[in-house]
């Protein structure tokens, strides 16, 4: 019989700093754009006013005198390091949603890979061809049987939700690198009204309508998704419920980067110097080697995915068309 883990989700609560309040049984992305009366500028700031606190808070976790641990996954440990335990495998099955960053965003995470690998060398990075972000979490920790009944239940809307994005495009601004003591991601904003730098996007080929431009966000279609499943006929089970659009970059599998204060105070401070980087030198600039905004459905529809998800595993239902 296996080792009964616990998740990092435990001890590494995902909590809302952006100060919105859900009210029970209502779609709760629909509850923030109601907060900010659906507009562009509030929302970003939203994201932005969570972000910043998060990593605030994280800060002053690791650069704390009473600072004990650093959060390790044991489930990730166990598939890296198999000696741990021969013939582990992880039973943790999903349901999600995910866009799929383009090539740009790519070279972007590898970017920020090379310089957070380059202060502490143990990490374990997230490989490049499973980066994702979780539009929608509809179901975690299920047996495949339990994920086999809802996707069955969702089948009728699944090719609507996978390409979904192909007519409402949503743009991710802004890129800073978020983390704790678990994990580490770039992290972007809802766009307001920024200049354009990523590759212009391919129109439809049909006359349908379209939504697009900063009014329509990648809020706006964490609600749309939401509702689509909903009305499907299924509940949604996620993890946590907050307004974050992140591409999980890595996660700590061993405390030997991060022994010492000197040592944790200087990856913080790496994290700062690169977030002041991607502000002054990738924002917004069209000069820029590297490209800090993507519109969700760049190249790839919505992806929709079951299975062992973690990590960036499972198996694709349904890619979406992109544009």
């Known amino acids: 019989m296996g080792s009964i883990l616990e998740s990092t989700d435990v001890k590494n609560k995902l909590e809302d700093l952006s100060g919105v309040v859900l009210k029970p049984g209502e779609n709760p992305y629909n509850a923030l754009i109601e907060a900010c009366n659906d507009d562009p500028a509030q929302i970003q700031a939203l994201y932005a006013a969570h972000r ?9 976790k690791f650069v704390s005198p009473e600072f004990n641990e650093l959060i390790i996954d ?18 943790r099955n999903c349901m999600t949603f995910w866009g799929r960053p383009p090539i740009h965003v790519l070279e972007l995470a ?62 991710l601004v802004k890129p800073m690198i978020s983390y704790d003591l678990s994990a580490f991601a770039v992290s972007f904003l809802p766009a307001s009204g920024e200049k354009r730098v990523s590759p212009p996007a391919v129109a ?35 993890r946590y419920i907050v307004p974050s659009a992140h591409i999980t970059l890595g996660r700590y599998l061993t405390h030997e980067d991060y022994a010492t204060p000197e040592q944790r105070k200087k990856w913080v401070e790496t994290i700062d110097e690169i977030n002041r980087w991607l502000e002054t030198e990738v924002w ?7 490209v800090g905004e993507w519109i969700v459905g760049q190249e790839k529809g919505l992806d929709v995915r079951v299975g062992t998800l973690w990590y960036g595993g499972g198996r694709t239902v349904l890619m979406g068309e992109g544009f």
């Open 52 to 60: 910043v606190r998060r990593n605030a808070q994280q800060r002053e």
């Open 74 to 91: 044991p489930y990730l440990l166990r598939l890296e390091n198999p000696d741990i335990e021969p013939g582990f495998k992880d039973a």
């Open 110 to 171: 590898d970017k920020l890979q090379q310089k957070l690998q380059a202060c502490a060398p143990s990490i374990w990075l997230m490989p490049l061809h499973r980066m994702h972000i979780t539009t929608l979490e509809v179901a975690f920790s299920r047996t495949p049987e339990e994920i086999h009944a809802i996707k069955t239940i969702l089948e009728p809307a699944i090719p609507k939700i996978a390409n979904y994005t192909y007519r409402h495009r949503a743009r």
């Open 204 to 238: 439809p080929d049909s006359a349908d309508m379209i939504q697009q431009g900063d009014g329509y966000s990648y809020h706006h279609l964490r609600r749309d998704t939401w509702n689509a499943a909903q009305e499907a006929g299924i509940t949604i089970d996620s």
């Open 284 to 290: 917004e600039n069209a000069e820029s080697d590297l």
